[in-house]
């Protein structure tokens, strides 16, 4: 089997995309969903992006709320992706010239447009893209900072041992030599153990630290 990224859905409208596609068409099926009324209790939001820099089949399309901030932003990556052990994050423009505090307004980050760069943990690091669609904004009714629209589905990816089947288990012990992505059946005879196992999850993060991607199940848009 081969290595297989497939597409998305947007959960504004349950079309499927490809990864290319789904950012062109989330910007004009926002506009359709957008609520065109005058109400007062509308909140405006953010349209950004979001993607693992060494692999871009890992995105997120979201909507953060203008006056959410930096903080909210990083509460909801962990709960999504990243969170193993509590391990410090920082967002910064460009790579790494200038840090921003955690308490940045979405809002000025939105009208600089620039793109973010987010790191979780110092370690064993897992960095991330932030891109700013600042033309579109969009205004909602609801009470929630972080509204999902469209998240990739889990690639799959082949077992390192056998070729045949998709990897459910990464031996923390055989990845840096190519050889850690098990298929159940070669998992059960794997020579390290059970113990060196982390699960494949549909996270940029799966196999790193002790990442068991509990948040990876959230898809629904509250
Ligand atoms: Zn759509
Ligand atoms: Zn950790
Ligand atoms: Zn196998
Ligand atoms: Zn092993």
């Known amino acids: ?19 290319k596609g789904i950012g062109r068409h989330l910007t004009a099926c ?7 009324t005058k109400e007062t209790s ?11 820099v060494y692999n871009n089949d890992y995105f997120l399309f979201l909507l953060v709320a203008q006056d959410a901030t930096l903080e909210d ?26 840090e921003l505090s955690m308490t940045t307004r979405i809002r000025q ?9 987010y790191i979780y943990d110092f370690g ?3 960095e991330l893209q932030i891109k700013i669609f600042r033309e579109v904004t969009s205004a909602m009714s609801i009470k929630d900072d972080i509204i999902l629209l469209a998240r990739n589905a889990e690639p799959v990816i082949p ?3 056998c070729g045949k089947h998709p990897a459910k288990h990464i031996c923390t012990e055989c990845q840096w030599d190519d050889a850690g992505w098990l298929c159940e059946k070669c998992a059960a005879t794997h020579e390290c153990g059970e113990e060196m196992f982390l699960p494949v999850v549909n996270s940029p993060r799966t196999g790193v630290c002790a990442y068991t991607g ?3 199940k959230i898809i629904k848009i509250k």
């Open 159 to 161: 077992c390192d041992n």
């Open 109 to 117: 980050v939105c009208a600089d447009g620039r793109t973010l760069t």
């Open 73 to 98: 932003l990083d509460d909801y990556l962990r709960k999504i992706w990243l969170e193993c052990c509590g391990h410090l994050s920082a967002f910064s423009y460009g790579k790494w010239l200038e």
């Open 1 to 19: 089997m081969e290595y297989l990224a497939p597409k998305s859905t947007c959960l504004l409208c349950k079309s499927e995309f490809t990864r």
């Open 124 to 126: 064993s690091t897992t």
């Open 214 to 216: 509990e948040g990876t």
């Open 30 to 36: 926002l506009k359709k969903h957008s609520p065109r």
């Open 42 to 52: 509308a909140r405006k939001y953010c349209f950004l992006s979001v993607h693992d």
